[in-house]
């Protein structure tokens, strides 16, 4: 029965030779012509004939520009000029550049362009747009001519294109960045021609990953895996911030000042909302003749002066709360401390042009192009161009729903200043994980909390938003290279301190899409590079040592360097960190359709799933206990340690010979895997066997790979492996596999393990290469013969029930549809209005489909209700479809329905379902209220759809 394996580990991962495709992609035909560029001129010694050097080499004439110039007043031919040497004199100039501003100069009236200059002017020195440059941009619509501009480039109509910006200083920054350098960057990065053609046909990247066919299927998976598919693929809100919200008004400035006094000393008869470690009724005396002057007057100075007196308490009290690493309440009260600076400086009517920061906050990425392409030499990442080594990363995380980032900004700078890329999967108990690869920044980003108090906030709104997503866990790769590198020691320095954080040498994770399908149209690469997996490789494998060991075509595993991840426990994290009150509602999104929530596993999914699984060890266990006595059954899929092995490697030593016995590294390696786990066996407390398996890696997810069956020598031959493998093929059903697979060698015994393996419902088949093996598959459905039993029961206590209401009832089950079952079907839907009903090719073809069961009652042999129901393909793997119910008139009203429907639900917990779908009219032909008929059954409303309701009832 053992011993061939479907494992094997690979350490590197190659690149390929070639980045870009052999001849330039359809989407990037050109308008202009991409011209050959010379080398720059030294600019040291600027002069015009320079200029008409470098406007030749882009394929623009001396006499071509003179002559569009001679049109020109000599104002405007001076503001041209002047305009031009702009770009000549900025930092990293090349004559590339020049020829976005040449088309601009001849879209932009001449009467702008002293605007036109100061604008360029501000964009190069990365300072603040004026209020003049600002409204200059709205009026003239730069950014819509910009964006016609990169359309028009690409050969695309930016139409649908919708140029949607939270700051218009990094917009326009990075577009006018990505023009400059166009040709090249799409030289390089053919992907980015890919973003924008989904823009140009979608409008922006959201309405993409809803409407194309492949990014639909993909946002499925990750409702499928449990996440909230609206809040972290749709969703580009604020997760949390630390610092005050700019006044919507400058009169509000007393309302803001009121409302902290009252947070840190409440009020007649109420306790204050932030405790802030000092006396507040001597607090209040010193304050109180300006309290009352600011609350009837709105005088200036008196507020001025309370400020003045409550902002050494404040100070007195952080530092109390800071020795106490209380960094939750001391937070609160540096935010305080924020406010009151704010309000002084506006007070004092501050007019700084660069005022010191303010407000640090973390938002969900929109994930838009430009704005993510570019580092600007702020966070030194790899993934970013110009200079990063996979620069074309960046395009490729826009592209794929499964792979959100978090952006770090800190006002009043006008970029983001930190970014956290994540990747949405499962761990190796299907356990809804987020993978976090880096967490890059500025220096600039700590300026406000320090480093200790901004790691902190990067790691509480990585969790925050990691809840609202619906994860479980959290896994930082503790092995990253360069600055990220800070944000793991952060984090390995606090863990002693956090129990939700647990440090794992090796980790098993799954994105929910690991094979990328929405890359399918990148032409750089189909895969992502991650350090914790590597490069242009499926998202799938044990995490240990990092892939940041990069030589000619390939990237390996640095194997002398660090290696693992930190899990955080996402709820136990927030509970013990107090972040519950920082926790924002989340607020649907345009993009919010009902089928997310019927795609989207339910939240009891997993513990109804083990509550099945318990339920059958039960049965099992006494069914054990007529072989060996006081027996128990344990599956261990979470913790594998030392202690285990051993036991393992002791049944090993029992059950098998030397040559096919494994070693505790063999076992170690198998259980590394995904889903893996251990069916273990006791006798007395002793472990007398166990069954080994796990999802190899070359075989599809819903296939179940079988490894070992071990029984010790002196309780073999009593059955029990049967009793075991019937129980495992029960469990496996419930976990959602479709197959179970074994390889058996051949050799002596080979016949026996074949008869043992077929009585079990295993077929052996033939298109196996390998020759010392046999692969043996059992398929898995509600069909299996473990289900046989508990079919039967159903059937007599239906029956028993039925006699209350019908003289002579029957109860079959058909889990195979024949030609008599389709006419009994066709038959009882004449009671249905000719709309609704079947014909015998429809059911037929439903005939066909996994899982299928046909309930038909009779009452003296004539058929008078039934109800089909089964998987339809079209729906994640969770959800089983309740397709149709009929009952004869004159059996109406008789309760059968109810029956009916709990038979239903009850077949339907063979299996993997915790949800059934179904469609109804709001009313039967003779006027019954199905909607509340079926409430009272446990079912809720999920559509109400122009001629029938959606609803689902809980499989629980």
Known sequence: ???????????????????????????????????????????????????????????????????????????????????????????????????LHYKLLSIIPSKHYKALSKLLKESY?????????????????????????LFQYMGLLSGKAESISKNINLTLRSKIRLLESIGSFLSE????????????TYGDLHSYYKNDKITQEVVRKISYKGYDTDYIVFNSSLIQSIGPSKLEKQSEWDIRLLDIIKKILGGKNEKPEIDIKQNRNKLFNTIKEPYSLLKEKKDKNAALEIIHCITPALDKGHS??????????????????????????????????????????????????PELLFDNKRLS?????????????????????????????????????????????????????????????????????????????????????????????????????????????????????????????????????????????SYTSKHHYTVALGYNTPLKGVIDYGFTQVGINKVEKLMDGNTGVFEIDVEAFIKENKLTTQISKKEKTSFYSPTMSIDRRPDYHNTT????????????????????????????????????????????????????????????????QKASQILMIYENKTPIGFILSYISPYLPNDIIYLD?????????????????????????????????????????????????????GFEVTSNYSKSNSNLLIKSLSLKIPENTVYFDLLKKELVANLKNTIASPEVEILLNLDHNALQTVIDLEKEFDVDLRYN???????????????????????????????????????????????????????????????????????????QALFYCKTHSKEGINLIEFYKKLGARVVEVLETKTKMIFPVQ
């Open 381 to 521: 990442c790899c993934i970013f161009k110009p200079s990063g080594l996979f620069h074309g990363e960046i395009t490729r995380l826009t592209l794929n729903p499964t792979t959100p980032i978090i952006e770090f900004w800190l006002e009043p700078y006008q970029e983001f200043l930190g970014i956290a890329t994540l990747y949405l999967g499962v761990n190796k108990s299907d356990q809804k994980t987020i993978l976090v690869d880096t967490v890059e920044y500025d220096n600039r980003l700590l300026e406000l909390r320090g480093n200790n108090g901004t790691m902190k906030f990067i790691l509480n709104s990585i969790v925050i938003d990691a809840h609202q997503a619906g994860s479980k866990k959290v896994i930082v790769f503790a092995a990253p290279y360069g600055k990220p590198i800070n944000f793991v020691n952060y984090i390995k320095n606090h863990r002693e301190k956090q129990s939700s954080i647990t440090y794992h040498k090796e980790y098993y994770f799954e994105s929910v899409d690991p094979n990328n399908t929405a890359l399918h149209s």
């Open 125 to 149: 020195y990365n300072s603040s747009f004026s209020e003049n440059t600002v409204s200059f941009i709205e009026s003239e619509k730069i950014t819509k001519i910009l964006d016609e501009i």
């Open 189 to 200: 990065d053919p992907t980015i021609g890919i973003y924008f053609q989904k823009i140009s």
């Open 320 to 369: 109390i709360l800071k020795k106490q690493d209380d960094f939750n309440d001391e937070t609160q009260i540096n935010n305080l401390k924020l406010e009151l600076d704010y309000l002084k400086d506006i007070l004092q009517n501050y007019d700084g042009e660069l005022p010191k920061p303010r407000k640090l906050y973390a938002t969900r990425s929109s994930k838009s192009l």
């Open 840 to 914: 015998k090719e429809e059911l037929k073809e439903r005939s066909k489909y996994n899982d299928i069961f046909l309930a038909i009652i009779k009452d003296n042999n004539i058929p008078i209700a039934s109800s089909l129901c089964y998987y339809d393909p079209s729906l994640l793997g969770h959800t089983i479809f309740f397709d149709t119910m009929c009952i004869r008139k004159k059996y109406q009203s008789k309760g059968i329905g109810k029956l009916i429907v709990k038979s239903m639900l009850r077949i339907s917990k063979l299996s993997k379902y915790s």
């Open 1 to 99: 029965m053992k011993r061939s394996t479907l494992i094997t580990k690979s350490d590197s991962y190659v690149l390929t030779s070639k980045l870009l495709p052999n001849k330039k992609p359809s989407v990037l035909k050109t308008l202009l012509t991409k011209p050959e560029i010379t080398n720059p001129n030294d600019y040291t010694k600027n002069t015009f004939k320079n200029l008409l050097e470098d406007l030749q080499s882009i394929g623009i004439s001396s006499l071509q520009f003179l002559n569009s110039l001679s049109n020109y007043k000599l104002n405007d031919i001076s503001e041209i000029v002047g305009y031009l040497d702009i770009v000549t004199n900025k930092k990293n100039y090349h004559p590339e550049n020049l020829l």
């Open 609 to 672: 799933i083990k509550e099945r699984k318990k339920e059958v060890i039960d049965e099992y266990t006494i069914t054990l206990g007529k072989k060996i006595s006081n027996p128990s059954i344990e599956i261990i899929d979470k913790t594998f340690d030392d202690a285990l092995i051993d036991k393992l490697m002791s049944i090993e030593k029992s059950s098998f010979s030397n040559e096919l016995r494994y070693c505790s590294d063999d076992i170690k390696k198998r259980l590394q």
């Open 708 to 760: 070992t069956i071990g029984i010790i020598a002196e309780k073999q031959n009593l059955g029990l492996g049967q009793i075991v493998l019937q129980l495992y093929s029960k469990l496996s059903l419930f976990e959602g596999f479709s197959q179970i697979y074994v390889l058996t060698e051949k050799g002596n015994n080979s016949e026996n393990l074949l008869k043992f393996y077929k009585k079990n």
